[in-house]
C-alpha cells in the first residue's frame, strides 16, 4: 500500500538519509559483494537509498521498483545522470516482474511489513535472486510501527503481521540463508541472507 502523509514526510527526510546510510555501512561490513553484479531494490521511495547502494556497492546496474508514481517520479529527478546503471519500475514487490535466478543482490530498506502477503515477497526476492546471491535487509516489527503512537500516525497491514521468528521462518521458506552477522531486537532486523544454491 502507498505510505500515507506523515511517513511520506518521513521517507523523504534527512533523518531517513542519515538512517539509510548507517544500514548501508552495516551491511557492507557484513557481507562482501563482487562490483559489477544486478541489484534490486525494492520499494525504492524517493530514490536516496538507490543512489546510496550505487556508491557502496558499484553495481552494474540496480533495478529499483515501487507502486507510487509520486515516488518514483522523485527517484528518477534524484537518480536522473545515473540513467545508465537505474533501472525504475512501477511495481509491486509481491509480483516482481523480473526472471527467476536473475539478480545478484536486493536491497530492503523497510518495505516487507508494508506487504499484505510478506511472506510472498519473501519468495519473491528468493526466485529473482541468484544461487548464492544476498538480500540484504533493514526491517520493522509491531512494536515499532504499530505501537499506540505510530498507529494514529502511520499505516500499514494488520493482519498476518510478522515479528523475528516468523520473518527468519520466511527466509528460510523463500530459500535465503541467515548471516550468523544480523542483528535482531524486538523491533526489527539488519541483515543479509543468502540465497542456497
Ligand atoms: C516507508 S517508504 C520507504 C521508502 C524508502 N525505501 C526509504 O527507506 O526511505 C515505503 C515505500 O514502499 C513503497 N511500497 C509500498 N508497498 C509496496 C509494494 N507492494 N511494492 C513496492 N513498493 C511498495 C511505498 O510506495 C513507499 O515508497
Not at 57 to 63: A, G, M, Q, S, T
Not at 139 to 149: C, T
Not at 156 to 179: D, I, M, V, Y
Request: glycine share 8%.
Amino acid at each position: 500500500m502507498n505510505v500515507n502523509w506523515p511517513e511520506r514526510l518521513w521517507c523523504n527526510s534527512f533523518l531517513r538519509r542519515v538512517a539509510q546510510r548507517r544500514e548501508v555501512s552495516v551491511w557492507r561490513n557484513m557481507h562482501s559483494i563482487k562490483p559489477g553484479g544486478d541489484f534490486l531494490e525494492i520499494g525504492c521511495g524517493n530514490g536516496a537509498g538507490a543512489r546510496m547502494v550505487l556508491r557502496a556497492f558499484r553495481p552494474k546496474r540496480i533495478v529499483a521498483l515501487d507502486t507510487d508514481p509520486a515516488m518514483l517520479r522523485r527517484a528518477a529527478k534524484r537518480l536522473n545522470g545515473e540513467s545508465a546503471r537505474i533501472v525504475l519500475l512501477q511495481a509491486d514487490a509481491q509480483y516482481i516482474p523480473l526472471p527467476d535466478a536473475s539478480m545478484d543482490a536486493a536491497v530492503n530498506f523497510g518495505i516487507v511489513h508494508h506487504l499484505e502477503d510478506w511472506a510472498l515477497g519473501l519468495r519473491e526476492l528468493g526466485r529473482v535472486l541468484r544461487p548464492g546471491g544476498v538480500f540484504l535487509f533493514e526491517e520493522i516489527f509491531p512494536p515499532l510501527y504499530a505501537n499506540a503512537l505510530m498507529k494514529r500516525l502511520v499505516a500499514h497491514p494488520t493482519e498476518n503481521r510478522f515479528h523475528g521468528p516468523e520473518f527468519k521462518a520466511g527466509l528460510a521458506e523463500a530459500g535465503l540463508r541467515l548471516s550468523e552477522r544480523s542483528k535482531e531486537s524486538r523491533f526489527g532486523m539488519v541483515g543479509a541472507a543468502i540465497k542456497e544454491s
